[in-house]
């Protein structure tokens, strides 16, 4: 009968998973504001943190000398190093500048013995660097001889500045809130649009349907994973210690996870308004805790088991040994299965509670 | 006659407080080649109906068989063999006509190629256009579209026309007409009585969840003793009024004439076999018409006289 009622003799296949994939595809990119905020952001994100954290040129040193004969000769001396910013003051406003930070400390020059009295406060950090800087100084000018030939080789190791934590984090964070508004959110809105119904009352496999969501999702994570590691590089000059594979086959993984966690918050929500509400709960003590911005070790000891569990702590951290430290598999191995075990238990608990109708 | 879709004793209640009885022993049988309305007014129960019988929502008691299958044992081979549209299903507004018929080809094992299909429901136009740029009446033909697609023997629509203006309605009118003429089954909710008079072959009437009267359009405003009625006043006063009376009485389509010194209206089951005699006759006893009007009973007058209430909440208010 079928046959009969086809009028056209060209016989197509037809892919469900690949018209599913096609369709969130086209849907994405037809969402201007979506594309910008799954790939500009992240990017603008990472521009203004390197910036604002970007490493300092080496800091001066601010030494006061009291005003009083020789003054202008201890001036003199310790002015040849560059390191350090000399003034002459009165004893009392050399007092109140140590007081109030404006000065790491000052020289009160006195007659042959004590010839210098370094005034400091050693609670504060840099005076005792402050301190042994001067002395070295002056000592050596008062004809004092290196017992040994040292020499000093100064290097800033790349993958030691702030923006190479940085973009590991920023990456991690990228592929949680892509996981959780990628699937979360666009589920729940199939289902508040009664589209999720109206595929059940189709032939439909849910396989089909939960495998073309989720490689959609992967295929909008690429670019996504792309832009930020090569704007990284471009940028900042963040490169890639670790092994390729190694770093694809974690990414996946965390994506999967993350979309796992999305497809389980969304499995009973009726509302946009209670999905997104849900999504900023499970995403919140991540942002804060997982080490995006800042060391997990910041926190205290009592709150690392839970924070070692969370799984967006797991995968910043595996990130950082494969991207920073240049770690193997085995390695990483205890994040690895900490994160299977998410993707594996938000995907099953997903499955049993999720909700076609609204 | 082969049955398509049939039901008995069919009963859903809502757990909540309080719990809503949407459907109390509902039985219907849908015959194979017709097209079925279930006519009621808004939370009869014809939502929860139909998609009950879709397999969409279980019942909370009664039997529902579905071209001789159940949904338990065959839901994978009746999948196939049914299109369904929802009473309110958004597609996506940022994908084109084209591509949602083709998705939702993609689902089923055979069926219409997607173009075909879109020119069933006169989209052609339209085919590469967002859904968002589409009409109301046009976004319901994809609907019904999209449940043509996988070629199906038996259509569920819950309330097809709802909402859209005449044109619009008429227009899916025709898409079901042609579906029905190719000898599949329709099974339509609706609460036009219109609709249901002019479209379905046969007429389930229900109210808070039950029949309350089914048959044929003609046989339900038959059950009320309506017929289409013919008044026409002519500028006579008795004698040739009486004579023009007796005349019309003696044809077979005519039930009844009541006449008045310069008015007759009559009852007749077809009225187009009537009027051509009626002028036939007015010529021959020399009478001048002066005015004419046909109306016909309709469903309403049948739930009217059934529930003491009207139909759609509007005529309720103007009644
Ligand atoms: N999910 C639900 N939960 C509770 N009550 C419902 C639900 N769906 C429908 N109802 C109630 O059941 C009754 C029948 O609804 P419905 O089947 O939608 O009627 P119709 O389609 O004829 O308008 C109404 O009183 C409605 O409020
Ligand atoms: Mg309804």
């Keep these: 009968m079928n046959q009969l009622h086809t009028p056209s003799p060209k016989t197509r296949r037809y892919s469900p998973l690949r018209e599913m994939v096609l369709v969130r595809l086209r849907e994405f990119y037809r969402e201007p504001e979506a594309v910008f905020w799954v790939y500009g952001f992240p990017v603008i994100m990472m521009a203004a943190l390197g910036i604002a954290f970007r490493d300092r040129p080496i800091e001066k040193i601010s030494v006061d000398v009291q005003a009083g004969s020789d003054a202008e000769q201890v001036v003199e001396v310790l002015s040849q190093e560059e390191v350090f910013e000399v003034a002459v003051h009165n004893e009392a406003v050399c007092r109140r500048r140590l007081r109030i930070g404006r000065s790491d400390l000052f020289v009160e020059v006195d007659g042959s013995s004590p010839r210098f009295r370094y005034h400091f406060d050693p609670t504060k950090p840099g005076s005792l660097v402050a301190r042994n800087a001067v002395n070295d100084v002056l000592q050596r000018d008062s004809g004092r001889e290196d017992a040994v030939a040292v020499e000093n080789v100064e290097k800033q190791e790349p993958g030691g500045r702030y923006i190479d934590f940085l973009v590991p984090g920023l990456l991690g964070m990228g592929l949680m809130g892509g996981g959780l508004w990628g699937i979360g959110f666009v589920t729940v809105d199939l289902r508040i649009r009664r589209l999720l119904k109206r595929f059940l009352a189709t032939p439909m496999r849910k396989t089909d349907f939960l495998a073309g969501l989720m490689i959609s999702r992967m295929a909008f994570m690429v670019p996504e994973v792309l832009t930020m590691l090569f704007f990284g590089w471009l940028v900042f000059g963040v490169k890639i210690e670790g092994s390729l594979l190694l770093l694809t086959a974690l990414i996946l993984l965390g994506a999967t996870m993350f979309a796992g966690i999305g497809l389980l918050v969304a499995s009973r929500a009726r509302t946009l308004e209670a999905v997104s509400g849900i999504m900023n709960l499970v995403m919140l003590p991540m942002w804060v805790m997982s080490g995006i911005f800042f060391s997990t070790d910041r926190f205290p000891d009592a709150a690392q088991p839970f924070i070692q569990a969370l799984p967006l702590t797991a995968l910043n951290d595996a990130l950082r040994a494969v991207m920073l430290e240049g770690s193997g598999p085995m390695v990483i191995a205890a994040e690895c299965m900490l994160m299977l075990a998410w993707a594996a238990g938000s995907f099953l608990l997903a499955l049993k509670w999720f909700r076609w109708d609204n | ?319």
């Design chain 2, 1 to 319: 006659m082969p049955i398509a879709v049939r039901c008995e004793n069919l009963r859903k209640t809502y757990s909540g407080k309080p719990p809503v009885e949407a459907v109390r022993g509902l039985d219907l049988a849908v015959e194979s080649g017709e097209c079925f309305g279930v006519l009621g007014p808004n939370g009869a129960g014809k939502t929860t109906t139909i998609e009950i019988m879709e397999g969409l929502l279980p019942p909370t008691s009664g039997d529902v068989e579905i071209l001789g299958k159940r949904w338990k044992t065959a839901e994978a081979e009746l999948r196939e063999r049914i299109g369904i549209s929802l009473q309110e299903t958004r597609l996506s507004e940022k994908l084109s006509v084209s591509e949602t018929v083709t998705l939702f080809r993609s689902f089923y094992r055979g069926g219409l190629n997607p173009a075909e299909t879109i020119r069933r429901v006169s989209l052609e136009e339209k085919s590469k256009a967002w859904i968002r740029t589409l009409s109301g009446g046009q976004k319901q033909r994809l609907s019904v579209a999209c449940a043509l697609v996988g070629d199906p023997d038996l259509l569920f629509l819950d309330e097809p026309t709802t909402g859209l203006d005449p044109q619009s309605r008429r227009e899916i009118w025709q898409i079901i007409r042609e579906f029905r003429s190719r000898g599949r089954t329709v099974l339509l909710t609706t609460h036009y009585m219109d609709e249901a008079e002019r479209l379905c072959d046969r007429v389930a009437i229900v109210d808070q969840g039950q029949v309350i009267a089914l048959g044929t359009p003609r046989e339900l405003i038959a059950s009320v003793g309506g017929e289409h009625m013919i008044h026409i006043t002519v500028d006579e006063d008795g004698v040739e009024t009486g004579r023009l009376a007796d005349s019309l009485e003696s044809l077979p389509e005519v039930q009844g004439v009541r006449a008045e010194p310069s008015a007759i209206e009559c009852a007749v089951t077809q009225p187009h076999s009537v009027l051509p005699r009626l002028f036939e006759m007015l010529s021959s006893h020399d009478i001048n018409l002066t005015g004419l009007t046909t109306r016909h009973a309709s469903l309403e007058d049948v739930f009217v006289k059934l529930t003491g209430r009207h139909l759609t909440e509007q005529e309720t208010a103007q009644a």
